[in-house]
C-alpha cells in the first residue's frame, strides 16, 4: 500500500503545483524554450492556430521578438510572478493572473516564431486558472471543470486509438517507433530510448502489447468520471504515461502533469 | 443523479459569467476536436492515434558546422525542434515560388470580409520576402550560441535514407541545400 496522496489544505496543494511549475520553468531556461533566445528571428509560423493568429492581427508578438528587452521582460515577468505566487500567499491569485498573462504571451510569441506549438501547454493554463480565484466555491468549481478537461483529453486519445483503428492494427506501434526514432537510428543509435524502441520493433507482439498498455492506461480514466477514490491510482497512472512516453517515445509530456495535480487536491468536507 | 448536483448546474448558480466562460469552451472543444484544428488552449489530441506505416524512403535535414555533423539528439528537444522546423519553413519557402503556405487560407478565412480587411489579415498573418530574407543570419546565431564555438562555414544537406529490414542506410551522397560561409572580421 502507499500513502494516501490526496492534499486536503488548498494553500499547501497550490504552493506544490506553483512549485512543479517552477521546475518545469527551470527545465524550459536549461532547453532554450525562452523568448531571449529566439529574440530576433524573422519570420512567424501561426500555422492554422486561430489563437496565434488573433494575436498577430494585434501585432503582440511581432514587437516582442524584434526588442530583446522586451524579451527579457516576458520571460522575467513568467518567472517572477511565478515565485511571487509561491511566497505571497496573500496576493495569489493576483500573481497567478499576472503570470497567466505573461505565459500567454510568452508562449504565443516563442512557439509561432519557433514554428513549434506544443499542444499540452494547454493543460498549463487549464491547471493554472483555479488558482486565479479567492472565494473557495468558485475555486472549487474551476477545479472540478480541469479534472473533467483532464479526463476528457485522456479519455479522448484512448477513443481515437480504437476509432482510428490503430489499436487493432498489428505491428502499427512498431512502424510509429521506426517513424519516431528515425532521427536517433542515425544519429544515436546508443540512446536509451532507441534501444528501448529498437526492441519493441523487433518484436512486434511485445510493441503491441506496450500500445495497448497505453491504450488501457488512457482508458482507465474513464473511472475518474464515477467517483474520486481512485484520483490518486490515476495521477501515479499519469506519471507512469509521461516518463514511458518520454523514455519510449521521446515525447515531452510532462505539461500534461500540471494538470494532473487536480486529481490530487480533495477539499476538507465541512 | 439529482439535475442540482450536476456541475453545470452549480456552475451557473454560482457565476452566470464563468458558466458563460465554460459553455463556450465545451463548445469550441468539441468543434475543434471535429474539425481537428488545435488552436490554443484547446486540445485536440489525436496524434499516435492512427494506422502508419514504413516508408520506403526518408529524407533528412542534416546540419554540418565547420564541416562536422551536428548531433541533432544530443540538442535539448524545443532546440531541435525550433531548428529542424524554422530551416524547413524557410526552405519551403525558398524552393515553392516563394509563397507563404498559409496564403490560401487566408483567402479561405476571409473570403466574406470587406477586401480592406482581408488586405490588412493577409498584412499581419502571411510572411514578406523581407520577413525570410532575414533568417539565414538568425539561423547563424542561433547556432552560434548552441555550439559554443564560432561558426566559420554552415551547411544544410539532405540525406536520403532506404529502409532496409528495418534499419535505415544511407542511399545516395547527401545534397547540400544551403551553405552559409562566415566572412573574416
Known amino acids: 500500500m502507499i500513502a494516501n496522496l490526496s492534499i486536503h489544505n488548498r494553500s499547501r496543494w497550490e504552493s506544490l503545483l506553483i512549485g512543479y511549475f517552477l521546475v518545469l520553468l527551470a527545465f524550459r531556461i536549461y532547453s532554450s524554450a525562452m523568448l531571449v533566445f529566439a529574440h530576433g528571428q524573422t519570420f512567424h509560423s501561426p500555422d492554422l492556430d486561430y489563437t496565434f493568429w488573433f494575436s498577430h492581427l494585434l501585432g503582440f508578438p511581432d514587437v516582442i521578438i524584434r526588442h530583446y528587452w522586451l524579451c527579457l521582460l516576458v520571460d522575467a515577468g513568467v518567472a517572477g510572478a511565478a515565485v511571487m505566487a509561491l511566497f505571497d500567499k496573500k496576493n495569489r491569485a493576483v ?35 483555479p488558482l486565479c480565484f479567492r472565494k473557495e466555491e468558485r475555486f472549487a468549481l474551476m477545479m472540478e471543470g480541469a479534472r473533467y478537461f483532464l479526463l476528457f483529453i485522456l479519455l479522448i486519445s484512448a477513443w481515437n486509438k480504437w476509432a482510428n483503428g490503430a489499436l487493432l492494427s498489428e505491428g502499427n506501434f512498431a512502424n510509429m517507433l521506426i517513424n519516431q526514432h528515425s532521427d536517433l537510428a542515425v544519429y544515436a543509435p546508443q540512446h536509451i530510448s532507441y534501444r528501448i524502441a529498437q526492441w519493441l520493433t523487433e518484436t512486434p ?22 467517483t474520486r477514490r481512485a484520483d490518486q491510482w490515476l495521477f501515479i497512472a499519469l506519471i507512469a504515461f509521461a516518463i514511458t512516453t518520454y523514455l519510449v517515445m521521446r515525447i515531452y509530456n510532462f505539461d500534461l502533469l500540471v494538470l494532473g495535480w487536480v486529481l490530487l487536491y480533495i477539499p476538507k468536507k465541512k | 443523479m439529482h439535475p442540482e448536483k450536476w456541475y453545470l448546474v452549480r456552475l451557473f448558480k454560482n457565476s452566470k459569467v464563468l458558466f458563460l466562460l465554460v459553455l463556450l469552451f465545451i463548445f469550441f472543444q468539441a468543434y475543434f476536436n471535429h474539425k481537428r484544428i488545435h488552436t490554443f488552449p484547446w486540445f485536440v489530441w489525436d496524434m499516435y492515434s492512427r494506422t502508419e506505416t514504413v516508408p520506403e524512403t526518408i529524407t533528412q535535414t542534416a546540419f554540418y558546422i565547420n564541416g562536422e555533423r551536428l548531433n541533432m539528439p544530443e540538442l535539448s528537444i524545443w532546440e531541435e525542434a525550433t531548428i529542424l522546423h524554422t530551416f524547413q519553413r524557410y526552405y519551403h519557402w525558398k524552393t515553392e515560388g516563394k509563397a507563404d503556405p498559409l496564403q490560401p487560407v487566408v483567402e479561405s478565412r ?33 547556432l552560434t550560441r548552441i555550439y559554443h564555438q564560432p561558426i566559420r562555414t554552415l551547411e544544410i544537406k539532405r540525406v536520403p535514407y532506404s529502409y532496409i529490414n528495418k534499419q535505415l542506410k544511407a542511399e545516395n551522397q547527401p545534397v547540400t541545400i544551403f551553405k552559409m560561409v562566415q566572412k573574416k572580421q
Not at chain 1, 104 to 129: D, G, M, N, P, Y
Not at chain 1, 215 to 220: D, E, I, K, P, V
Not at chain 2, 111 to 132: G, Q, Y
Open chain 2, 110 to 142: 476571409t473570403r466574406f470580409l470587406p477586401k480592406k480587411i482581408r488586405v490588412w489579415v493577409a498584412e499581419r498573418i502571411l510572411n514578406t520576402h523581407d520577413d525570410m530574407k532575414g533568417y539565414p543570419q538568425w539561423l547563424y546565431h542561433y
Open chain 1, 95 to 129: 500573481w497567478m493572473a499576472t503570470l497567466m498573462l505573461f505565459f500567454f504571451i510568452q508562449r504565443i510569441t516563442l512557439e509561432s516564431f519557433s514554428a513549434s506549438h506544443t499542444k499540452s501547454i494547454a493543460c498549463i493554463f487549464v491547471a493554472l486558472f
Open chain 1, 205 to 226: 507482439l511485445f510493441a503491441d502489447i506496450a500500445y495497448w498498455l497505453l491504450f488501457l492506461t488512457q482508458a482507465s480514466f474513464i473511472i475518474g468520471v464515477f
